[in-house]
């Protein structure tokens, strides 16, 4: 681990540098029938992989309750919470539009309550825009907000912050009557200001019939290929979500396999002595300031022993190499402790590379 800032990744493309993602360009995407993008994020690095490559939106989740801090509904996190992932998300993001869902409970009230959360995951959170889910009910919460220049990307159909009342994750509009609400609220939604509104867990041509109805895109889960773009958790898309997997998921990637894989092969080389490296990965220091630093200690006599050797002599002719390394000294190498260069100090803090 290095305490030195990150540097951005080289860029792989000779194309000029992504411009910021703004309201007016996603509205353009959405005229031109080009596909908005847009992933979940809920740290500095997730938030750094969607503007590197880039998603169009990056949207701050309330997943990150389940997916992120172990909590069995999206019920369970606080604003608090949530402000702290929207600030580690917000310092890895560059060109993406910000969003962040409004925690539930955060809006359950008055509008100026809403305002009031809002105001804070704009402050605090240093978002760019907020989530509400919600049908016609949540029309004046979105109002006030927009009225404050507070962005709103409104979210109808499956509602997981209301789970426990519709009785489970179940898709939603599958009857004429819960079609035509969802319809009036997508078109209420857009008449009070939202810029956006996700479709969770709809059939296919019920999103279709929103999309082409709504003056705004559209933003699908689970709502088929024509809303006029789509967004993925970010755990299911890489294939760390070890849950339920819903019918609209697919995995892109399979970070799970190599995770165990890594964590395994790690634990093993630990265990058989074969990380770290004496001299790949670790430290020299100059054999005459180790000599002084033993002869200090009043242990002149002390020499390290290997895991693998712990009693290495030295070949015939070579004096044993006291303090430093699994292997000792050759013809022609310097005197250095754990060193290939003569009387060179290397002794760094370990977090120093």
Not at 71 to 80: E, G, K, P, Q, V
Not at 132 to 141: A, N, R, S
Not at 224 to 240: H, I, K, N, R, Y
Request: proline content about 7%; glycine content about 10%.
């Amino acid at each position: 681990m290095s305490v030195r800032p990150q540097q951005p990744p080289p860029s792989t493309s000779s194309a000029s540098p992504a411009k910021k993602i703004t309201i007016a360009h996603l509205a353009e995407l959405r005229a031109s029938r080009i596909p908005i993008t847009v992933l979940t994020a809920y740290d500095f690095p997730t938030a750094r992989a969607c503007s590197v490559h880039p998603v169009d939106i990056t949207l701050v989740g309330d997943s990150l309750a389940q997916v992120c801090l172990g909590y069995t509904s999206t019920t369970r996190l606080t604003l608090n919470e949530m402000l702290h992932h929207c600030r580690a998300v917000a310092r890895g993001t560059t060109t993406p539009f910000l969003v962040a869902d409004m925690p539930f409970g955060t809006y359950a009230t008055s509008p100026r309550d809403t305002v009031l959360a809002a105001v804070r995951m704009i402050q605090e959170g240093q978002v760019e825009a907020v989530k509400l889910e919600g049908g016609e009910e949540i029309v004046p919460h979105v109002i006030a907000l927009t009225q404050m220049g507070i962005p709103v990307m409104a979210h109808i159909g499956l509602l997981p912050q209301r789970h426990t009342s519709l009785s489970g994750y179940r898709v939603q509009g599958r009857t004429a009557e819960s079609a035509r609400s969802l319809v009036r609220a997508a078109s209420a939604l857009e008449g009070a200001g939202a810029f956006s509104i996700v479709l969770e867990a709809i059939p296919s041509p019920l999103g279709a019939y929103i999309t082409e109805h709504v003056n705004i895109p559209t933003i699908g889960i689970g709502a088929g290929p024509e809303t006029s773009g789509q967004v993925l958790v970010w755990d299911d898309m890489v294939g760390t979500w070890s849950g339920h997997k819903a019918k609209f998921v697919r995995h892109f990637g399979d970070v799970r396999k190599e995770v165990a894989r890594g964590v395994a092969a790690y634990v093993d080389a630990v265990r058989d002595g074969s990380f770290p490296h004496p001299e790949r990965e670790g430290y020299a220091m100059d054999h005459g300031e180790w000599e002084k630093f033993l002869l200090a200690e009043g242990q002149s006599g002390w020499t390290w022993s290997s895991k693998e050797n712990p009693t290495r002599k030295a070949p015939e002719g070579q004096k044993p190499m006291t303090g430093g390394s699994h292997s000792t000294l050759r013809p022609g190498e310097s005197q250095g402790v754990g060193a290939a260069r003569p009387t060179e100090l290397r002794m760094t803090s370990a977090t120093g590379h």
